[in-house]
């Protein structure tokens, strides 16, 4: 089911429901690495990437399905990492905070 929705989301995405460019401008970022359950292939680390780059406020993002991880630089002003986490799981995947070595 979870699996469904996202394909469906990237249909949409694919289709021209592309967000427009937020113009780049000075202001603060902040970054976080989370692991990423439920890749089961490079499709879902491309689709995820595809997703997230979508929404407002993120500036930067990187998914590695070898490394299932997922790195976000974001506006905070514009969208928290709660709603980050979120949509990720509406997704079909979770995201949790990298180990600290």
Sequence with gaps: MQRRRFVQMMTLASVGTV???ELAHAGETKTVVWHVK???CVTCAVGLETMLREQKGVKRVR???PDAQVTIQYDP???TEAWLR???SE?????????HS
Excluded: D, M, N, R
């Design 19 to 21: 967000a427009a460019a």
């Design 38 to 40: 439920g890749f089961t």
């Design 63 to 65: 998914a590695t399905y």
């Design 77 to 79: 002003k514009s969208v």
């Design 86 to 88: 979120e949509f990720i």
């Design 91 to 99: 997704l079909g995947f979770t995201a949790e905070p990298e180990p």
